[in-house]
């Protein structure tokens, strides 16, 4: 099952469509199957990643959001084995104004991409910079969300309002919305200004700031005009560096939060059928203790039977009465009446 985020702020160029390219190929290449949904009318997601405009012109991510087409047709391969993208055009515009008297026009994204879920691991979705109906669609669509945050004095700005929609959309559209990370962009380590907000960002976000710091770095800026994501352009450029790293923290991220599911998981597994040969083994055990006890109760009872009868001799020693001795019976009665036999035997 997918997990879906989208990259949102409504503030411009803070590097939503740079990330969302080059996190997309950074997870694809570990292996993860994922796809790149460009939502925005501008479409740099989609050029960025190397689709030419004229080739999705009349089958994008427009089409399958007024119904025109199945969402499948509007998605295309790129040059990286795992990684797909459904680009969008400048039709797209149009989209905003069509859906606002649509029924449930907040899910139409959610309803369109549903029978993607099963297809891939990771859905991106590059946001336009707006908090309009093309966001809502995205954020009520998502599982979780990524704020691309420019290192700047005004960074801050426009975060609350942002933060406030998200609350909006979590309490009436969907409730499992949540902030994966803030994710912070174009930072420059000789700039103080930008080590300052940076330190303010994390001391009000705490952990919810990803470790992973994209820098500035002009091969960043370079490789969308060659539609290479960072990875198949300079591997070895610190943009790449830093998108590498975003992409592990996301996958451990998450693998951290399968971890604690399995005792749940555990307990609520069928009992497994068990072998013949185990049958047989478990009755054996089950016999052996079953002869034990009853040897055991056997000593017991006997035991139960000796017990008493011993109390009884001791009693019975107790209460037998010891004939009196009686010291003056004079020996001499005997010695006469053996006498009288002996008499009487010799007449
Ligand atoms: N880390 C970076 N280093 C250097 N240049 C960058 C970096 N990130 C983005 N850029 C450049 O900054 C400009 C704006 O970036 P990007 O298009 O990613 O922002 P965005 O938030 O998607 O903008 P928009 O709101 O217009 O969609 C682009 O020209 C891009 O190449
Ligand atoms: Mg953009």
Do not use: W
Request: contains cysteine; hydrophobic residues 40%; charged residues 25%.
């Amino acid at each position: 099952m997918a997990k879906v985020i989208s990259l949102v702020n409504q503030k411009g160029g803070v590097g939503k469509t740079t990330s969302a390219i080059n996190l997309a190929a950074c997870l694809s290449i570990a292996e993860k199957k994922t796809l790149l949904i460009d939502l925005d009318p501008q479409g740099n997601a989609s050029v960025g990643i190397g689709l030419d405009r004229k080739t999705f012109a009349n089958s994008n991510i427009y089409h399958a959001l007024i119904g025109q087409i199945p969402v499948t047709e509007g998605i295309y391969k790129s040059e990286l084995p795992f990684l797909d993208i459904c680009p969008s055009d400048t039709n797209l515009v149009g989209a905003e104004i069509e859906l606002v008297g649509a029924m449930a026009r907040e899910l139409k994204l959610k309803t369109c991409i549903a029978p993607l879920l099963d297809m891939y691991d990771y859905i991106l979705i590059d946001c336009p910079p707006s908090l309009g109906l093309l966001t809502i669609n995205s954020l009520t669509a998502s599982d979780g969300f990524i704020v691309p945050l420019q290192t700047e004095y005004f960074a801050m700005e426009g975060l609350a309002q942002l933060l406030q929609t998200v609350e909006t959309i979590k309490g009436s559209l969907n409730e499992k919305l949540d902030l994966v990370g803030i994710l912070l962009t174009l930072f420059d380590s000789r700039n103080n200004l930008h080590k300052q907000v940076s330190g303010e960002i994390r001391k009000h976000f705490g952990p919810k700031v990803f470790d992973s710091i994209i820098p500035r770095n002009v091969k960043l800026s370079e490789c969308p005009s060659f539609g290479k994501p960072i990875i198949l352009y300079d591997i070895e450029s610190r943009g790449s560096e830093a998108y590498l790293s975003l992409a592990k923290e996301i996958i451990l991220m998450e693998r951290e939060q399968k971890i604690e599911e399995p005792v749940q998981e555990l307990n609520e597994e069928p009992v497994q059928e068990l072998s013949e040969e185990r049958v047989e083994e478990i009755r054996d055990a089950i016999e052996e203790v079953v002869e034990s006890v009853r040897e055991l109760r056997e000593e017991t009872t006997n035991e139960a039977i000796v017990e008493p009868a011993q109390e009884l001799r001791e009693e019975t020693k107790e209460e037998v009465e010891i004939p009196p001795v009686i010291e003056d019976t004079p020996a001499s009665v005997f010695t006469e009446k053996t006498e009288d036999i002996e008499t009487t035997k010799h007449s």
